[in-house]
């Protein structure tokens, strides 16, 4: 865990987690909630190969989806993508607009996943590890 006003200091790319939790383009409905069973898990990545392809928040999933539906039904695209250059602390409002306290991390070319920026569930702190 990260304090707020240490990671202020610094870029996201010394701050974000580095290997997110993902799941393919091909995941379904069921590999999300798998995922989700986890309850630090607030965001799901998806990927197809080191590209990232969506993500799915938590909420975004409705109880009433079909197991076998694919996952990218639910996902968001262009929301919330920070590089990891950029400093953290101009991306806090960002981050405190986003609805799960989560931002995906590209590279440079906008497509290549490199982590995710997150606050942890203890406020003023950011997650930290490798997710």
């Known amino acids: 865990m990260i304090r707020r006003e240490v990671a202020e200091?610094?870029?996201?790319?010394?701050?974000?987690?580095?290997?997110?939790?993902?799941l393919g383009t091909d995941a379904t409905v069921a590999d999300l909630r798998?995922?989700?069973?986890?309850?630090?898990?607030?965001?799901?990545?998806?990927?197809?190969?080191?590209?990232?392809?969506?993500?799915?928040?938590?909420?975004?999933?409705?109880?009433?989806?079909?197991?076998?539906?694919?996952?990218?039904?639910?996902?968001?695209?262009?929301?919330?993508?920070?590089?990891?250059?950029?400093?953290?602390s101009d991306v806090i409002p960002q981050l405190d607009a986003s609805r799960e306290g989560r931002l995906v991390v590209v590279g440079e070319d906008g497509s290549t996943l490199r982590g995710l920026l997150c606050l942890s569930g203890i406020e003023g702190a950011f997650c930290s590890g490798d997710g």
Not at 11 to 21: A, D, F, I, S, Y
Not at 61 to 76: H, K, N, S, V
């Open 9 to 22: 200091r610094l870029t996201v790319g010394e701050v974000m987690l580095v290997r997110p939790k993902t």
């Open 34 to 88: 798998r995922l989700f069973e986890n309850q630090s898990v607030r965001t799901a990545l998806l990927v197809d190969g080191a590209a990232f392809a969506g993500a799915v928040e938590r909420d975004d999933l409705p109880p009433g989806a079909a197991d076998g539906e694919p996952a990218r039904t639910f996902a968001r695209y262009e929301d919330d993508l920070i590089t990891p250059d950029k400093r953290v």
